[in-house]
């Protein structure tokens, strides 16, 4: 069998969906994956009243400690994921496919319960890369807001991917389902070209909007490597 029809083997059986990757020890009180991972299972109220504990500390603050937090955890979570992914596959998971990396990372994500994860490459010559996340935790959590929720989630995913680009990534929400969006939406790419982001988001552009004037606006900086 060669390695590539062995990485397609594993890919169909696959690493999230196996039927013991959560495994329970009622005896322990614990919930561990294949690698010996413990995992923490949050209920919607936990987290609604965490981020109302957050609110009433940090005030305007909250969606910058919200980012750093989602860092933080990104960086724990994608280098487990490299660990993991190399072991499993049996190459480094940074010579994966852009096709098996995306239904890895999707797989990994539905698994967690983060939601469904779909990513767009079209622009990254560009310096930045699309990415869609349905039925998102905060968003189903919190409900209708007035401004986006997903700012744990920007800062995992400019964390993950810039693991992988091997160098310092933003990433900004430009759509979100608490704004009445079907799903979260995301740029990540280098902070230069996303810096004016922010404030279309404020504006109330929506995502194609706000795609096309990034895409208008010449690249100050090189794409990720």
């Known amino acids: 069998m060669t ?11 696959g690493y999230y969906t196996r039927p013991d990757y959560f495994a329970a020890d009622v005896a322990k009180g614990t919930i561990r ?6 995992i923490c299972a949050l209920t919607d109220d936990f987290l609604r009243g965490f981020r109302a504990a957050v609110q009433f500390e940090c005030g305007k603050a909250t969606d910058r400690v919200y980012k750093k937090c989602g860092f933080r955890w990104g960086t724990s979570f994608v280098e487990r994921f490299d660990r993991e992914m190399t072991e499993y596959f049996g190459v480094p998971a ?73 160098t310092e990534l933003d990433c900004v929400q430009t759509e979100c389902p608490s704004r009445g969006a079907d799903a979260s939406r995301f740029l990540v790419g ?36």
Not at 33 to 38: A, D, F, H, V
Request: aromatic share 8%; hydrophobic share 40%; net charge neutral.
């Open 190 to 225: 280098l902070a230069a070209r996303l810096a004016g982001v922010p404030k279309m988001v404020a504006d109330n552009l929506s995502h194609a909007t706000i795609l096309t004037r990034v895409k208008a606006q010449p690249a100050t900086e090189a794409r990720p490597s």
């Open 94 to 166: 940074r010579e994966m496919s852009a096709g098996l990396m995306e239904r890895t990372l999707d797989e990994a994500f539905r698994a967690h319960g983060y939601g469904h994860l779909t990513l767009d490459y079209a622009e990254y010559d560009r310096g930045f890369v699309q990415v869609t996340l349905a039925d998102s935790v905060m968003p189903a959590v919190m409900g209708r807001t007035d401004k986006p929720s997903d700012a744990l989630m920007c800062g995992f995913l400019s964390a993950v991917f810039g693991f992988y680009a091997s």
């Open 33 to 38: 994956t294949p690698s010996g991972t413990r």
């Open 3 to 13: 390695q590539e029809t062995a990485s397609y083997v594993r890919l169909v059986n």
